[in-house]
């Protein structure tokens, strides 16, 4: 499967489960949860979408070497953040909190650099492409 399909359907996946979470808390009236669902949200959903298409509107991204490593990175770091705010939310200390953030920043960074060197490639592709 391409990268940018599986960054788009990881997000659907995230924002599903993102809705699910915030039915349940406006059932349940735990609103104390909001800030960890709307990290649920702006991480797994919009941040992956928007990565699907970087990925979609910019082919040459997807023959980097760093494509995996850099969907794994983000999405583990996502899913460790939301579960270490929903532990701060809960009260707890939130210890997976800040390794979550640090592999969310990194797997950005991967980005940033595979968008920001590939700059060159994409712009023959699609002069090539034309």
Do not use: C
């Amino acid at each position: 499967m391409k990268m940018d399909r599986l960054y788009v359907l990881a997000g659907f996946l995230w924002l599903v489960a993102g809705m699910i979470f915030g039915i349940y808390l406006g059932i349940t009236d735990q609103l104390q949860f909001a800030n960890s669902h709307a990290h649920a949200n702006l991480l797994g959903f919009v941040l992956s979408v928007l990565f699907g298409l970087l990925y979609r509107n910019w082919p040459a991204l997807l023959s980097s070497r760093l494509a995996w490593p850099q969907f794994a990175l983000f999405q583990i770091g996502a899913l460790v953040l939301v579960a270490g705010k929903f532990d701060i939310d809960r009260g707890g200390g939130g210890a997976l909190a800040p390794p979550g953030s640090v592999l969310v920043v990194l797997g950005t960074l991967l980005m940033f650099w595979m968008f920001s060197t590939t700059g060159a490639e994409i712009q023959t592709v699609k002069k090539r492409a034309v």
